[in-house]
């Protein structure tokens, strides 16, 4: 198989590839020891203990300090918390893992191709377009796949006693694998959709966000979340409903939609709110 330019589509050599014209890349692992990775997670460590040392005496030198002197002193601990913030917006969180089709990735200023194997950072927004999918693996094991014409930005990922997870799908679909192994503390993991939540603990599960089509719960609503469990449980609220709205607790083989800005519609068998629907037969 070949690629746009003619060039070989790389595919993995360990075994039987259950998804044949996926790009797989087994090269660059994080949080599992060795290669970029680890690397990367050392140098990080180092930085930070030493911005936070500097932090630390920039902040007895406020305390210590004259009055005329403490501007300064305080205006430099105010410089090294933004180096700080902005070098966790230059962390990366994971690595491009299998991809099919064309997807793109937009850091900052610039668009950058996505292929097999780079780096994601913090603050990313990853699309893409038809007949495309793209899976990426995080530090710590979440395992995400983005469906077509889809659209995420990783707003954070934490991974220290336990893994902290935020993730903004703006469109389309988005499937993840939780992993809750990686400490005792657990897993806190949310996508936000523009009208949902859906919080996991160590899951497997898939939140959608549709525009420009009948929601099945309320066909006068074109613009919904739809979130299915595979497996696990996961807690879905919408924060822009009414006051007092309650969440719904989802588990394994069921679903629940969030019509616009209405509280999410119980919790029943995966596909039934569709097959009721007007035009969905």
């Known amino acids: 198989m070949t690629g746009d330019q003619g060039s070989p ?11 044949p014209g996926l790009e797989i890349n087994h090269g660059l692992k994080f949080g599992t020891g060795g290669g970029l990775g680890l690397a990367l997670q050392q140098l990080g460590r180092a930085y930070f203990r030493h911005v936070a ?3 630390a005496k920039a902040a007895l030198k406020v305390r210590l300090a004259p009055t005329l002197g403490r501007s300064r002193s305080l205006v430099f601990l105010l410089v ?12 990366p969180v994971g690595s491009i893992q299998e991809l099919r089709g064309t997807a793109q990735v937009f850091r900052a200023a610039k668009t950058i191709a996505a292929a097999v194997g780079i780096l994601v950072m913090l603050g990313d927004r990853i699309e893409t377009l038809a007949d495309s999918e793209l899976t990426l693996i995080l530090r710590g094991g979440t395992r995400l796949t983005l469906g077509e014409d889809s659209t995420i930005i ?6 220290a006693t ?3 997870t935020s993730i903004r799908l703006l469109l389309g679909k988005l499937r993840s694998w939780v992993n809750d192994t990686g400490g005792a503390g657990g897993v806190n993991f949310e996508i936000h959709t523009p009208n949902g939540v859906a919080a ?3 899951t497997d599960f898939e939140v959608e966000f549709i525009e420009g089509k009948p929601c099945p719960a309320d066909p ?10 595979y497996q696990g449980v996961v807690v879905v609220a919408n924060p822009t409903s009414p006051a007092g709205s309650l969440p719904v ?6 679903q629940t939609t969030i019509p616009c800005e209405s509280p999410p519609t119980p919790s029943a068998r995966w596909g039934a709110e569709e097959l009721r629907a007007p035009g969905y037969h």
């Open 9 to 19: 589509v790389r595919t993995s050599n360990r075994g039987n590839n259950p998804r």
């Open 53 to 55: 040392r500097l932090c």
């Open 80 to 91: 090294l918390l933004l180096a700080v913030s902005v070098a966790k917006s230059d962390e």
């Open 154 to 159: 990783i707003d954070r990922h934490l991974v």
């Open 162 to 164: 336990h893994i902290q």
């Open 200 to 202: 996991a603990r160590g």
């Open 220 to 229: 006068s609503c074109l613009r919904y979340t739809t979130v299915g469990v």
């Open 249 to 254: 607790t989802v588990t394994a083989g069921y």
